[in-house]
């Protein structure tokens, strides 16, 4: 079983990536946002950012850090099929799913005006927010998203493809060497 983990900043195309998976290489999706929504759903919240960040944080808290990327595992593994987990946003939940082995990390960005808009086309509960909010809902979100794309095995930008290799070379800044890629690969 191959399981590829999906982060990256809010509205940067992790769906996207995660709808070629399923469509074209039959890949199972787990999505961390749609557990926590049934979570929230459960304690009768609203269904906000506000209550996926306190419940998620809350599930860490309780029990340890990749608490929710576990469960899910725990549904792709029964299956044995490849699967993609999508909303990765934590290290422990990345050390966790590398500890499982044949796991690859891949990282989404875009310009942050171009996600905005995707987000407010997109139109989910979580969705229907100014610039000023998206900005403090990514700064709260993504304290730990920089150390993620640098840990990637693949990271995907609006204008490039990096594919991260390894051996890892002595005096790299990445965590892994890489190779780009400009313009839309197959």
């Known amino acids: 079983m191959l399981i590829i983990g999906i982060t990256g900043t809010l509205g940067a195309g992790k769906g996207t990536i995660v709808e070629y998976l399923k469509e074209k290489k039959n890949f199972r999706h787990y999505s961390v ?49 490849n699967a993609v987990i999508e909303s990765i946003r934590t290290p422990g939940e990345v050390d966790f799913l590398r500890k499982q082995g044949n796991f690859y990390l891949f ?52 204008s490039f493809t990096c594919y991260y290799t390894y051996p ?8 892994a060497p890489v190779i780009c890629f400009m313009g839309k690969q197959s």
């Open 168 to 175: 890892l070379p002595a005096r790299s800044r990445f965590k």
């Open 33 to 81: 946002r749609e557990y926590l929504i049934k979570e929230i759903e459960k304690q009768g919240l609203p269904v906000n950012r506000d209550s996926m960040t306190s419940v998620a944080n809350r599930l860490r808290s309780e029990h340890h850090p990749a608490y929710i990327v576990e469960a899910l595992y725990k549904q792709a593994a029964m299956t044995g099929k």
């Open 107 to 158: 990282a989404v960005d875009a310009d942050p005006k171009i996600r905005y808009e995707r987000i407010r086309k997109r139109g989910s509960e979580t969705d229907h927010i100014d610039f000023d909010t998206f900005t403090a809902n990514e700064q709260r979100e993504m304290t730990n998203l920089p150390s993620k794309l640098h840990n990637s095995t693949y990271y995907h930008n609006r």
